[in-house]
């Protein structure tokens, strides 16, 4: 099947009804990464060929022996989903200028942070500035989840994980900033056609962001914010609460560069303060204020580079 344009969804009435990833598989509760497969996969459609470097999304999904994917899937290290991607779409191109095809699926890889942004983060890079038409996404719930919540490089700072305890030498935890994969993507990559940031609790836009970065016809990068109940410790029916709590607060932003062009994409009409975003969550319970004090002074930095509407008081 040759790839078609994948139109704009304007509203809810036309999202589609398919689903490519279907019920039936070992996700937590109220698992985010797992939505976002699904929503990736609905907008994606029937012409794709999914990648599953090692994490939640390849182990969760496929224990044992079985997939909830309805298109093809195969799974990579997840030191090398870039390396795996390459080679199909450099493969499918060879066999369709020999006409033994004339298939052009989209190829999609679907790593986790730790995947995407540490171990695999070379052959992401490699595989972008190799000009390969293959969408990177990574679904990003901020730890390494799947060996039981260890820290990563989006683990944000004062984050409880196995490796980042709170105790007496460390109070806040985890007591490193996070590294900024999009932004590191968008910088270094000339070939790159499309980029976002893109969040679970914003539906219709994660979708309509995934077909522009297939559309694009070249390497495209997606970075989605996949809130983990199990790995931030909230209750297991609060995963879009907490996606849009992360946007409402600044702690994440929503944007997209295409060609070179950088464009916010949702600016809340105002900042709740970030306090009640890391209350919600048992992996910030120890923060003393100090702490909160200096993570929201880090959200205001950001979010005044974007231009983002100030922190309000809350309201009484
Ligand atoms: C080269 C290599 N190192 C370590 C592991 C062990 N391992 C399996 S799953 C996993 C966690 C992956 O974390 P992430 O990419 O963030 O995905 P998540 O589990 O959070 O979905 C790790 C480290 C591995 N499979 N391969
Ligand atoms: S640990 Fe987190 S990412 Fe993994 S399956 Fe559970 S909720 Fe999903």
Redesign the pocket.
Known sequence: MPQAILPEIKGIKQVPLEEYYVPGHR??A?????LVYRLVAKAAGPNTIFVGPTG?MYV?NTSYGCTPFKVPWIHAQITNGGGVAAGIEAAFKVMRRKGKTDQDPHVIVMWGDGGATDIGLTSLSGALYRNHDVLFICYD?ESY??TGIQTSPTTPYGAWTTFTPAGPVVPEGKNLWPKDNPKLVAGGHPTLKYLATASLAFTIDLMNKVRRGLNAQGPAYIHVHAP????WTFPSNQTMEMAKLAVDTGMYLLYEVVDGEFRVTWKPRRRKPVAEYLKAQGRFDHLAPEHVEKIQAWVDRRAEEVGLPAVLPPVE
């Open positions: 996700t937590c109220g698992c985010g990464p797992a939640c969760a719930n989840a799947n983990c109940p199990k790995g």
